[in-house]
Nanobody, 127 residues
Framework: QVQLVESGGGSVQAGGSLRLSCAASGFTYSSYCMGWFRQAPGKEREWVALRRSGDGSAYYAESVKGRFTISQDNAKITLWLQMNSLKSEDTAMYYC????????????????????WGQGTQVTVSS
């Protein structure tokens, strides 16, 4: 059974940085996407950054491109999200998610297409 546990959230002032971690276990997929979504109060869950297994292709939402970096360790059991130049609009609960994909296919940005989720970690950015 796939389990995802996020950590690293917290409160930071605008312009600051945070690094989120997602510890994964129970993986059985040979080809998968893994990434980060966020949900602010009263808003829909949206994708932030995704990474495809194999070639490690990364995808970023326009709102975070150039500020956030997704990475994964060689053993592929920990996923990180380095968040720099944080803005107040980045305030949200951040979730780690993963699911299988066909090799070489683009990672899905719709939350409904990834079956496994963590419990989330809160990020609060004050201006």
């Amino acid at each position: 059974q796939v389990q995802l546990v996020e950590s690293g959230g917290g409160s930071v002032q605008a312009g600051g940085s945070l690094r989120l971690s997602c510890a994964a276990s129970g993986f059985t997929y040979s080809s998968y996407c893994m990434g980060w979504f966020r949900q602010a109060p009263g808003k829909e869950r949206e994708w932030v950054a995704l990474r495809r297994s194999g070639d490690g292709s990364a995808y970023y939402a326009e709102s975070v491109k150039g500020r956030f970096t997704i990475s994964q360790d060689n053993a592929k059991i920990t996923l990180w999200l380095q968040m720099n130049s944080l803005k107040s609009e980045d305030t949200a609960m951040y979730y780690c998610a993963t699911g299988p994909v066909y090799p070489g296919s683009r990672c899905p940005s719709s939350p409904s297409l990834l079956p496994h989720w963590g419990q989330g970690t809160q990020v609060t950015v004050s201006s």
